[in-house]
């Protein structure tokens, strides 16, 4: 009996050990392509393609410059999180702690359905109201712009804030709970104070995959940035972000030519864009680890 389990201990271990090799192995494999298209670029333009302002690849000579993008990326990257950080907080502290039951029997599979929309329809849908909206109340022309598409991706983003807020709380020992309501603190002081504190590390976890799956996004951003590639000096300019770039123009790109090594070029950028915010988040772990406290 004991030799049976203890095979079976084998087995589930070698499977988790190959998925983890397999894993690690797919994702090096691609940033080793990345890298290997992309060489070309950045060893005949070098710092340029990150601080040059005009992208003109079938130029004489070619003007490959990624700062424009870089900056569109990061406005509605690090916009979305910002409009869905409150939102999702608010939204995952209501489920767990304060929503009767009914109402979190409804609320959780509608909150969950926005994860299967296509994104192509939220583009949609924020073409068709978003931005005939924004270009009546915020004078934006043509209602295209940064904001416009942040504002689509925070309600994308949503529901993974949601979801592991929620899960976060529910997963606290309930001694906290029940040694907090027995000293006589009111509700809100246990979730302020207490709850969201000790899982502010699931916290910062959601925040960092929605930093990255905002900073990845293409059709939304596509449809709703205004596709202008002119450095983009707020929130409510036009632009377009790194994703959007290589969507539209992959297409027209012929293997092996600079053109081709140039959005190559972009996509490692942006590669190693989302790999330093995660890098960035993480290293915010010891800073909260050692001001966040339970008073």
Same mark, same amino acid.
């Given at each position: ?174 001694? /906290?709970?029940? &040694?907090?309501? $027995?000293? *006589?603190?009111?509700?809100?002081? !246990? @979730? %302020?104070? #207490?709850? +969201?504190? =000790? ?59 600079? /053109?081709?090594? &140039?959005?190559? $070029?972009? *996509?490692?950028?942006?590669?190693? !864009? @989302? %790999?330093? #915010?995660? +890098?960035? =988040? ?14």
């Amino acid at each position: 009996m004991f030799g049976s389990l203890l095979r079976k201990d084998k087995g589930v271990h070698f499977l988790c050990l190959a998925g983890a090799t397999f894993s690690t192995l797919l994702v090096v494999s691609v940033f080793i392509f990345i890298v290997r298209e992309s060489w070309p670029a950045w060893k005949n333009y070098g710092f340029t393609l990150l601080v040059g302002e005009e992208w003109n690849p079938v130029s004489h000579p070619p003007a490959l410059g990624l700062a424009p993008m870089i900056a569109s990326t990061l406005w509605v990257a690090i916009g979305a999180t910002l409009l869905a950080t409150p939102l999702g907080i608010g939204a995952g502290v209501f489920l767990a702690e304060f929503a009767p039951s009914w109402v979190g029997y409804f609320l959780r599979p509608l909150i969950n359905l926005l994860t299967g929309i296509p994104s192509v329809i939220y583009g949609f849908v924020g073409a068709s109201l978003l931005v005939p909206l924004a270009e009546k109340f915020l004078g934006i022309n043509s209602g295209e712009s940064l904001f416009t598409a942040s504002l689509v991706l925070a309600i994308m983003i949503l529901p993974y804030l949601v979801g592991t807020l929620e899960g976060a709380f529910r997963a606290l020992p309930k001694e /906290y709970r029940e &040694a907090a309501l $027995a000293l *006589g603190v009111s509700p809100q002081y !246990l @979730v %302020f104070r #207490i709850s +969201l504190p =000790l899982s502010r590390k699931a916290l910062l976890a959601s925040l960092l995959f929605c930093l990255g799956r905002a900073a990845g996004e293409t059709m939304a951003v596509l449809m709703l940035a205004g596709d202008v590639r002119l450095f983009p000096l707020s929130w409510f300019a036009k632009g377009e972000p790194l994703s959007a770039l290589i969507a539209l123009e992959t297409g027209t790109a012929a293997r092996g030519t600079v /053109y081709y090594n &140039a959005l190559f $070029a972009a *996509g490692l950028v942006l590669l190693l !864009l @989302v %790999f330093a #915010i995660n +890098l960035a =988040l993480f290293s915010m772990k010891r800073y909260f680890r050692e001001v966040v406290k339970i008073d």
